[in-house]
Structures are given as C-alpha cells and as structure tokens.
C-alpha cells in the first residue's frame, strides 16, 4: 500500500473561516477576506481559513494550494500576469508564493495590520496598507531570492487606519482611504512641485476609493471640448476622475481639472527665457532620476514624452473638486455598505451591504442596472472579473460564496458549508458521493471529483446529525441527536421514510447491513441498540444490555452479526438473525471505555479504540485478543488555549474517536480528539504515517507550547485583545472583577471527529473543525519499480513492442511503474492479442494492471478497446479475484467507477442521437406523407 497522500481539496466551505458552536459574533480574525479572480477571469481565488481554494468555473472544479498559512488569512493579491500570489494573515505575517507552482518564495511580516493590498496595473509595484501608513513595495521574481521584498516609500498624511487603495490606470497615481473619512492622493514617484491631496467631504469611514479609466476620461475629453461644458461647476482639462465611498451609502464622484491659460503662461515664460525651458525639464529630469521614475530621462525630448504619457504629470496645479454625490439608501440607516469592487474598463461599481443586498451601478451617471438580495449576512466582499460579466460575493459569517452573471442574472456557483461546522461523512459505494452530516441538522452530498456540494438534503433533523450511512447508491441514511433516523432518496433528494423510537432519546451512531434492509441506531439514553426494517419502517427489536450510551455501531461485512461499543467498556457481539431471541451476545471487555469500532474488510477481525489510547484488534471467530496497539504517544499533542498543562501531561486528547480500515485490511486509518491523523500497519503494529490535518494557528490546540507573553496569572490572554476590528471594550466597573460586558468568544478547536477510505483506495477523508479535507494519492510525482533487474529499461519495452513480444513488453512496463509506459504498452497492444496478453500477466500484478486500466480509461476516446480489456480481465481472472476480493476490492471499485462515469456519459450522447434521429424521421414521414 502506497502512502504519499497528500491534501488534494478542503471541502465543506469555498470561503471564510470556521466558526465555533454557539458562535454569534464574529472576531476580528473570522471577518473573512478578499476574492480574487484570475486575468482570464476563468478562475477565482477564495481564501478558507489559512488555505485558498481555487475555483475554475470553466471546468466546475475545486482545489487546494497546497500551503498553509500561520493564521486565518486577512488579505491576497494576485500579480496581473498571474505569476505571483501574496498572502496576509491576521497576524500580519505575509508569503510571497508562486501561484502556478505553489512554492513558497518568502515569508516576512508588516508589523502592523493589512487591511487593504493591491498590485500595480503594470505589475512593477504593489502598495500595502500598514496601519496609518501606505507602502509601496518593488515586485520581486518568481525565483527565491536572499532578501526579495524591496520597499520604495512609505506614504503617510491619513490620521486614522488606511482601509481602501486604489492604482491609476497608468499606475503612476496612488489614493487612499481611511477610517478619518478622508482620501489622499499621491504621485508614486516624485514629481516636481506637486503637493499630496486631501479629498473631504465624508461622515464616516472609506470602504472604498476608485479611479476611472485614463482611457475612458480622453473619450469624454474628446467628446466635451472647451471649457465649462462636461455638466460640472468645475472648469479646465480633465485629468483624472476618482470615486470614494463610505460606510453610510454615500459616493461622492471628484474630478481633478487643469486649467489650461496655467500651460500657456508657463510656456511664454519659457518664450521670454531661452533657457528656462531647458533648466526646467532639467529640472523634471533630475527628480525623475532620484525619484526612479520617469525613465532614464536622456534626452530633453524622451522627457517631455514621458511627461505628455504620465497621468502624475498631468495632476501638477491641478485642483481637485467634487462634482456629484449619490446616495445608495436614503431611509435606511441599518443598511450599510460593506464592500466594493470598481471595474475601470466597463466603468461598472458592485457595491455589497450589511443586510446581503447588492447594487450594480454604472458610473458617472450613477444608474442602477441590477439590485438583488442575495443572503441574510453581510456581504463581507465582492469581486468582479476582467470582462465583467461575473459577480462574485463571499458572506463570511454563513460561509457563503456565490458567483452571479447579472446579464442573465443566473447563478454560475452557490456554495456554503454546514452552520456551526460538520459532524460525520459516508462515501458511497463507488466513492463519487460523499454524504456529510452538521451540526445544523443538514445533511450534504459532494461531488469527489469536483469538490463542490451539488445538493442539500431538505432540512428534516432538528438536531444535529451524528452519523450518515449509504444503504444503497441511492439512498443515505442519516441519524441525529433529535431522536429520528431518516432515509432521503437520491433520485428526488427527499425525506421518504423515518424511524422513530417506542422512547424518546437521542441517537450517538449508526449502522446498516450490507444488504440495506436492516439498519441499527444507538442511543445516549436508555442505553440500547434500535433496529428497524427498511422497507417497512418498522422497530424490529431493541437490544439491551449495555451499562453506558452506545458510542458505534458496525455490522459484519458478510455475515449478518452486528458489533456495538459502548462508554461501560464492553464491545458486544449480537446475531440479528437468529430465531432464539434470548440467547446473550458474546462480550469483549476492554477495561476503559470504548469509543470506536471498525470491521476489517474480510470480517476476520474486530478493532476496538478506548479512551487509554489503546487499540486492541479481537478474533471475530473465537473472540480472543490478536494484539494491542498503544497509539497515546502517537496522537498526543497540542494545548489548548485555557489548558492549565502542557500537552505532555494532558491526557484528555490522547485516545481515538474514529477508526477505518484500509480496502485490503492491511492498514489502519485513525484519528481522534488531535490534530494528528495516523496509519498503523496492523500485523507489525508499528506507525507507518502520521498526517497533522491544520497548522492554523487561530485554531485552538495546534501549538504544542504556547508563548509566555500570551500567559497571565489569571491564564491565556486574547492575543487579538489590541485589534483596532474590535468594537470598544466595556471599560471597568468598580468593584467588578473583569472588564467586559459578559460575552465571550471562543475558537474552533483541531480535532477530527470521523476518517473514512475511499471504496476506490485512492483516497481518504477526515472531518475536522474546517470541513472535510480530502488526501489522495499523487501517482505522478514518485518512481516506485517492482522487482527492478537491470535488463528492465523503457528501451527494452519500446524493442519488445517493436518485435510484437506485447506480453513481456507489459510486464516489464508495470516492473517499471511507470503510468506513460503502461499506457503507450496498452494502447499499442493489436485488438486480437488482447487475450493472449491477458493469459501472461500473473496474479501479482493483477491489482497494479487494474489501477492503470482505470486510470487509462477515464480520458481515453478508446471505450470499447479498454471494455475488451476489461472483459479479458474478468473472464480470466474472475474466479481468482471473487476468492481473494479483499486484495482486489480497491482496484475492482476504482474500474467500477470508471466504467459507470464512461457508460453514464455515452447513454446521454446515444439518447440525444436517437431522439434527434426519431424527430428528422417523423419528419420525412410527414413530408413524404
């Protein structure tokens, strides 16, 4: 068994950052971050706590960027060339990344917070907010560099934080804006004689300042010749236009103006003075130089041209004014305006409010195109794409991330999470679906390919759900805390059938047998297992016997015998089938309480996980003891915030909650109250892997030390307690012992509450308090021969080929290991000899020629040439696999699901054609008749 899983994809959440149960306000490190989108607009970035999730929307696909940051991420920027991706988290610390190959380039910090980052148009320079200042920094390369990050200026003038930044078209001008109501406009580089300005005329803070398109300012320049005749009070040349907008709903548009008689007595100035022109280009020259803009500045001709081209030239003597102010709500005092995005090219503003409402305006006229109520949250953030045609919305207290197209006004993508995180997942059994179950009482199917959540389960529990199970591809079981085991139809995604108790409790697991006629639920109180009948609904029996509430529920993979754990120790082994209903169940005693139960795969052995950390694997035919694993040391680690010991001597973490075997049974996958998922080898019983699911730190438990300057005698201080986010404090009261108004927050702790394996083998699956993170195997990135002699090279299997040898040309391809030499074999391999090379692979390579069939298949114009593989294999070898189906059970399902993707595919292309060609016969059937 193979074991470089790596994080493929984070599901259960396209944007923000978890919340805790109970959780209503949220800090200051789970207020969400930016979207971004790709330059071809096709690809959208969306930060899910210290991870980024890109979302191609062309191809309805998700994945991971396999790094991580400290903390919960605040802020990113995306080059315009796409090659470089920055990350801010909410700690300030920063990564420089390379976004096509996910490399960490470098890493460093603000020192202050970064609410606002954007690169230049060019891509030469991006400009930071850090607290009251702005920084503009030089783009580094794509390679590593000593010291890579290089600052060109700091800009200062703004009294309160900076919030919102803005680049000029030419990306020679820069504004910003702060929480002092107020917007400063500087000149990136310095230009001789000109002052920064000072924009008023606000009531409450910026959340946004936007520039208009030179462009589109030397159309209207065109259009409005003179003097005095654009519609505004102001009189000159326009040079610039901005936008700024605030908290309350108000934009008021400003338009930087030169009057032109200013030009005209410079230039007789110069007249009168032959060498005043050239002392002053000089001048200009010389502060370009010192200043790096502006060129080389060579020539007195190269300058005035660079001069004419720049936008910050232009704004010398110039003066600024306001010209129009738009209201967005002027009876609405609760509707605030939260977030802005500005496309300069379309001249389109998306504006997103506290109540989940949007705006779509075009500006300067300021005309409402589109407005449309998209959730109850704030929308904490809005993006539009380079084409604007796309709308995207990230609200961050529901996790939500919908992508709109207003000029169809259709939804491209809807995505959210389980409220208050997930619980428990179930894979299908041909691992495409998985089903999770929330704390929110949902029930969700995703797509394993995709990783996108295709539909939620109508909400029928009113607690949450604590175990999902498939009885069959169509039909998910779920149970939960509120009593009620339900049984939802895949086909019209509703609720068909529910299961009820003859006493009212609340249902900790759950199981159903192979067949998917009985399924099983135990229960916190009165201590008993509930079995029901499927089809008919109906309670069956009860068995009763432990002394503590039922934790799992397994049934036997073949036969028909049902194992129950529970908190009094025992492990219970009931036969559901037998006619004398007395007759007692034969019991495993552990010694603690058990926690955890799995089968393995062949239904030879039971293993059994306690809350010492002990897991002890029992004989299923005698029920003794096989061997013990103790896995404390091995899942130990991480202390929590208000943990008054260290994680060595805190043994409330050190036991496993959930367990699962591997498809052959070899492996053990199990996880628990950690941050540590681990894989055991059970017949050595030795730890062959062990994966750490976060290193988040604005989770709770994933330090193993925490710092001593965030300890006080009282305990763990709130290291976020000086966030200028944080809404004020209460100040103390006399005679008071704390300082605040009684409310509390807490974070989302690291630990996984379920893992499961794939049926396919090639992947697996854990909860945890960020969602459901998947690990799959990476085939492509390691050599791994079998049986390698120097004989066995690729030239060797090319000569083979070449000779028609096509057997032994195969068999040296799969020593190699190697997916493209298997392939071109395969493919190379004549029709009619499909047969005779099928009659010369052994039954050690079996299981490896299955895994590259399937993989070959699944994009591979050549069905019905993979199908007569498949047929050979089966007619073959058949036999052998049905005797010995644990070994071969990952590959067959891995094909099996190939072939079912394959055959759904061609059913919906044959369909289409048979309809069409019934529809042109019925019409010559009427022309000719």
Same mark, same amino acid.
């Given at each position: 068994m193979k074991f470089n899983y790596k994080l493929h994809r984070l599901c259960g959440a396209s944007y923000g950052t978890p919340a805790a149960t109970g959780a209503s306000i949220l800090s200051s490190s789970s207020k969400g971050s930016n979207i971004v989108y790709t330059c071809d607009g096709n690809s959208l970035l969306s930060p899910v706590g210290n991870r980024i999730q890109v979302l191609d929307l062309l191809h309805h696909s998700c994945r991971t960027l396999p790094f991580e940051a400290r903390s919960n991420i605040r802020r990113i920027a995306l080059s315009p060339d796409d090659r470089l991706l920055i990350v801010v988290d909410v700690n300030h610390h920063a990564l420089l990344v390379n976004y096509h190959r996910g490399v960490i380039l470098h890493r460093f910090s603000f020192k202050k917070p970064v609410r606002d980052m954007k690169f230049s148009p060019d891509g030469s320079k991006f400009a930071v907010s850090a607290g009251k200042h702005v920084q503009v920094w030089f783009t580094p390369g794509v390679r590593r560099e000593f010291a890579p990050m290089v600052l060109h200026r700091k800009y200062t003038g703004l009294s309160g934080d900076a919030t919102t930044l803005d680049w000029s078209s030419d990306s020679s001008i820069l504004m910003g804006g702060g929480k002092d109501c107020q917007a400063r406009v500087w000149t990136v580089d310095t230009v001789k004689d000109y002052k920064p300005w000072l924009l008023v005329g606000h009531k409450k803070p910026l959340v946004g300042v936007h520039f208009e398109d030179r462009f589109k300012i030397n159309e209207r320049n065109q259009f409005f010749v003179g003097v005095g005749n654009t519609g505004s009070s102001l009189t000159g040349k326009l040079v610039a236009r901005c936008y700024t907008i605030s908290e309350d709903g108000v934009i008021v548009t400003r338009e930087c103006r030169k009057e032109e008689n200013d030009d005209k007595e410079g230039e007789g100035s110069d007249d009168e003075d032959g060498n005043g022109k050239g002392l002053d280009s000089f001048g200009n020259d010389a502060v370009d130089f010192f200043s790096g803009g502006g060129g080389n500045g060579t020539t007195t001709t190269q300058s005035n041209d660079v001069h004419s081209s720049d936008q910050a030239h232009d704004i010398v003597n110039s003066r600024w004014g306001t010209t129009s102010r738009h209201y967005f709500h002027a009876n609405s005092s609760a509707n605030t305006v939260v977030s802005t995005s500005f496309s300069s090219k379309h001249s389109l503003l998306v504006v997103g409010f506290s109540t989940g409402l949007f705006g779509l305006y075009e500006l300067p006229s300021m005309s409402n195109i589109h407005t449309l109520s998209l959730s109850h949250s704030t929308i904490g953030t809005v993006s539009i794409n380079p084409s604007a045609e796309w709308l995207a919305f990230g609200c961050p207290k529901t996790q939500q991330l919908l992508i709109w197209e207003w000029r169809s006004e259709t939804y491209i993508l809807k995505q959210a999470g389980h409220a208050y995180g997930m619980r428990c997942l179930a894979y299908s059994p041909d691992g495409i679906v998985v089903a999770t179950g929330g704390e929110d009482g949902t029930v969700?199917?995703?797509?394993?390919?995709?990783?996108?959540?295709?539909?939620?389960?109508?909400?029928?529990?009113?607690?949450?759900?604590?175990?999902?199970?498939?009885?069959?591809?169509?039909?998910?079981?779920?149970?939960?805390?509120?009593?009620?085991?339900?049984?939802?139809?895949?086909?019209?995604?509703?609720?068909?059938?529910?299961?009820?108790?003859?006493?009212?409790?609340?249902?900790?697991?759950?199981?159903?047998?192979?067949?998917?006629?009985?399924?099983?639920?135990?229960?916190?109180?009165?201590?008993?297992?509930?079995?029901?009948?499927?089809?008919?609904?109906?309670?069956?029996?009860?068995?009763?016997?432990?002394?503590?509430?039922?934790?799992?529920?397994?049934?036997?993979?073949?036969?028909?015998?049902?194992?129950?754990?529970?908190?009094? +120790?025992?492990? $219970?082994?009931? @036969?559901?089938?037998? &006619? /004398?209903?007395? *007759?007692?169940?034969?019991?495993?005693?552990?010694? %603690?309480?058990?926690?955890?139960?799995?089968?393995?795969?062949?239904?030879?052995?039971?293993?059994?996980?306690?809350?010492?950390?002990?897991?002890?694997?029992?004989?299923?035919?005698?029920?003794?003891?096989?061997?013990?694993?103790?896995?404390?040391?091995?899942?130990? +680690?991480?202390? $929590?915030?208000? @943990?008054?010991?260290? &994680? /060595?001597?805190? *043994?409330?973490?050190?036991?496993?909650?959930?367990? %699962?075997?591997?498809?052959?049974?070899?492996?053990?996958?199990?996880?628990?109250?950690?941050?540590?998922?681990?894989?055991?080898?059970?017949?050595?019983?030795?730890?062959?892997?062990?994966?750490?699911?976060?290193?988040?730190?604005?989770?709770?438990?994933?330090?193993?030390?925490?710092h001593s300057k965030n300890l006080g005698d009282g305990g763990a201080l709130d290291d976020e307690h000086d966030s200028a986010d944080e809404t004020s404090f209460v100040p103390h009261i006399p005679g008071a012992k704390r300082a605040d108004d009684g409310s509390r927050k807490s974070r989302v702790e690291v630990l996984t509450m379920q893992v499961a394996f794939s049926p396919t083998g090639r992947e697996w699956s854990t909860v945890s308090g960020e969602g459901l993170h998947v690990y799959s195997l990476d085939d492509d990135m390691i050599f791994d021969p079998l049986a390698l002699t120097e004989g066995v090279t690729p030239s060797a299997v090319q000569s083979n080929l070449r000779e028609g040898k096509y057997g032994m040309a195969l068999l040296m391809s799969l020593h190699l290991n190697e997916f493209a030499l298997v392939k071109s074999v395969i493919e190379d391999t004549p029709f009619e000899s499909i047969s005779t090379v099928v009659r010369s692979i052994g039954q050690e390579h079996l299981s490896q020629l299955i895994q590259f069939m399937s993989k070959c298949m699944e994009d591979s114009p050549h069905v019905e040439y993979y199908l007569q593989w498949c047929l050979e294999l089966l007619q073959t070898h058949g036999l052998f696999m049905e005797k010995n189906r644990g070994k071969y059970l990952r590959s067959f399902r891995a094909l099996f699901r190939v072939v079912q993707s394959r055959y759904v595919d061609l059913k919906a292309i044959c369909d289409d054609n048979k309809y069409s060609l019934e529809f042109l016969e019925n019409q010559a059937n009427l022309l000719l008749g």
């Open positions: 969700k199917l995703w797509n394993s390919h995709s990783g996108f959540c295709y539909v939620t389960l109508p909400k029928s529990h009113t607690a949450a759900v604590t175990a999902v199970e498939f009885s069959s591809p169509a039909v998910v079981l779920s149970a939960s805390l509120d009593g009620t085991v339900r049984a939802h139809d895949l086909h019209r995604y509703r609720n068909f059938k529910t299961y009820t108790s003859d006493i009212p409790c609340q249902f900790l697991c759950m199981a159903v047998d192979k067949s998917g006629e009985v399924v099983c639920a135990g229960s916190t109180e009165p201590f008993r297992v509930c079995v029901w009948s499927v089809q008919t609904g109906k309670l069956t029996d009860v068995l009763t016997g432990h002394l503590g509430p039922i934790s799992s529920l397994a049934f036997h993979p073949v036969r028909g015998t049902l194992a129950s754990a529970s908190w009094d +120790g025992s492990v $219970k082994v009931w @036969d559901l089938y037998k &006619s /004398d209903g007395g *007759s007692a169940p034969e019991t495993l005693e552990n010694g %603690a309480d058990v926690v955890c139960l799995a089968y393995r795969p062949d239904g030879g052995q039971i293993c059994s996980g306690s809350i010492r950390g002990m897991l002890r694997f029992w004989n299923v035919e005698d029920g003794s003891l096989v061997c013990e694993i103790d896995g404390q040391k091995d899942i130990k +680690g991480g202390r $929590k915030i208000n @943990d008054r010991m260290t &994680s /060595d001597n805190n *043994s409330s973490s050190r036991y496993f909650t959930s367990i %699962a075997y591997s498809a052959d049974g070899t492996c053990l996958l199990a996880g628990g109250n950690s941050k540590y998922v681990c894989i055991y080898e059970v017949s050595q019983q030795i730890l062959l892997k062990k994966f750490q699911v976060s290193f988040n730190r604005s989770l709770d438990g994933v330090l193993d030390e925490l």
